[in-house]
C-alpha cells in the first residue's frame, strides 16, 4: 500500500534545513536568502544552525547545491528510462517539459538554485563557485550518460551535454522574465533535430569496409561505404567491360 506524504516521517532538522535551502535559493538566489530564513522555513529549532553547519552559510549552501547536482542528475537518468521514444531529442524535450510542468502548476518564482548560486558567487565566493562547478559537472555528466545510452558517441556526448544545460539554463532565465514557457518550447523544436542528428543507428556502427576510388574504381584504403558510390560502380563496371 502506498504511503502518502502525510504519513511519512519527518525529516532531521539537518535535512529540512538543506532542502529549505534549496527551495530559498532557487527563488530570491543566495545573496537574498538569509540563514534566519532558511532556520524558519525549516521549522528547526533556535541554535540548530551553529550545531549542523559550524561554517556558516557557506557549508550550508554548498550542502544544498551539492544536493541540487544529485538531484538534477538523478531526475536525467530517470527521465532518459521513460521517454516515449529513444531519442536524445525526447531526453531534450522531457528535461525541459519538466520545468514547464513547474512553471503551469507554481507559476515563475523558481530557476536553477545552482544556477543562482553561480551568478551570485562567481565573483565573491570561491568555495561556493567551486560547489556549483561541481554540482553542474554532475548534472551534465548524467546528461551525457544518458546521450551515449541513446546512440549517441562518448565523444560528442560531453559538448552536447554542454549545449543542451546552457540552452536551457538561459530558457528558464527567459521564462522567468517573460512569465512564459515559450522560450523552453523554442529551444525544444530547434536543439532536438541537432541532437537526433548526433546518434548512431544501431546497424551504421563501426561499419568498416574498402573503400572505392571515385575515379577509377580501384580500392584506396578503408572507409565506410558499405557499397561504392554509384559512379565509381559504373566506371569500374565499364572498365571490366574494356578488359574482357
Given at each position: 500500500m502506498p504511503v502518502s506524504a502525510a504519513d511519512r516521517p519527518p525529516l532531521p532538522p539537518r535535512e529540512r534545513m538543506l532542502h529549505a535551502a534549496?527551495?530559498?535559493?532557487?527563488?530570491?538566489?543566495?545573496?537574498?536568502?538569509?540563514?534566519?530564513?532558511?532556520?524558519?522555513?525549516?521549522?528547526?529549532?533556535?541554535?540548530?544552525?551553529?550545531?549542523?553547519?559550524?561554517g556558516g552559510k557557506d557549508q550550508l549552501v554548498t550542502e544544498a547545491i551539492t544536493i541540487s547536482g544529485e538531484v538534477a542528475a538523478r531526475r536525467v537518468l530517470r527521465l532518459a528510462g521513460h521517454l516515449p521514444s529513444r531519442t536524445p531529442g525526447a531526453l531534450f524535450a522531457a528535461i525541459a517539459g519538466a520545468w514547464c510542468d513547474i512553471y503551469t502548476r507554481r507559476g515563475f518564482a523558481e530557476g536553477c538554485p545552482i544556477a543562482a548560486t553561480a551568478a551570485d558567487s562567481a565573483a565573491t565566493s570561491p568555495v561556493l563557485r567551486e560547489a556549483a562547478r561541481r554540482a553542474m559537472d554532475r548534472w551534465q555528466g548524467s546528461v551525457a550518460e544518458a546521450?551515449?545510452?541513446?546512440?549517441?558517441?562518448?565523444?560528442?556526448?560531453?559538448?552536447l551535454a554542454l549545449l543542451m544545460l546552457s540552452?536551457?539554463?538561459?530558457?528558464?532565465?527567459m521564462a522567468r522574465s517573460r512569465q512564459d514557457t515559450e522560450p523552453l518550447?523554442?529551444?525544444?523544436?530547434?536543439?532536438?533535430?541537432?541532437?537526433?542528428?548526433?546518434?548512431?543507428?544501431?546497424?551504421?556502427?563501426?561499419?568498416?569496409?574498402?573503400?572505392?576510388?571515385?575515379?577509377?574504381?580501384?580500392?584506396?584504403?578503408?572507409?565506410?561505404?558499405?557499397?561504392?558510390?554509384?559512379?565509381?560502380?559504373?566506371?569500374?563496371?565499364?572498365?571490366?567491360?574494356l578488359h574482357s
Open positions: 534549496v527551495r530559498l535559493i532557487s527563488t530570491q538566489g543566495v545573496a537574498g536568502t538569509g540563514l534566519r530564513e532558511i532556520v524558519a522555513a525549516s521549522d528547526a529549532p533556535r541554535g540548530s544552525l551553529q550545531h549542523y553547519f559550524p546521450l551515449v545510452g541513446l546512440g549517441v558517441p562518448e565523444h560528442r556526448a560531453g559538448p540552452a536551457l539554463e538561459g530558457a528558464l532565465i518550447d523554442a529551444i525544444v523544436a530547434e536543439l532536438a533535430p541537432v541532437l537526433d542528428a548526433a546518434a548512431v543507428p544501431s546497424q551504421q556502427l563501426l561499419v568498416t569496409l574498402p573503400r572505392v576510388d571515385e575515379a577509377d574504381g580501384r580500392t584506396r584504403g578503408l572507409g565506410r561505404h558499405a557499397r561504392p558510390p554509384a559512379s565509381g560502380r559504373r566506371r569500374a563496371a565499364r572498365r571490366g567491360k
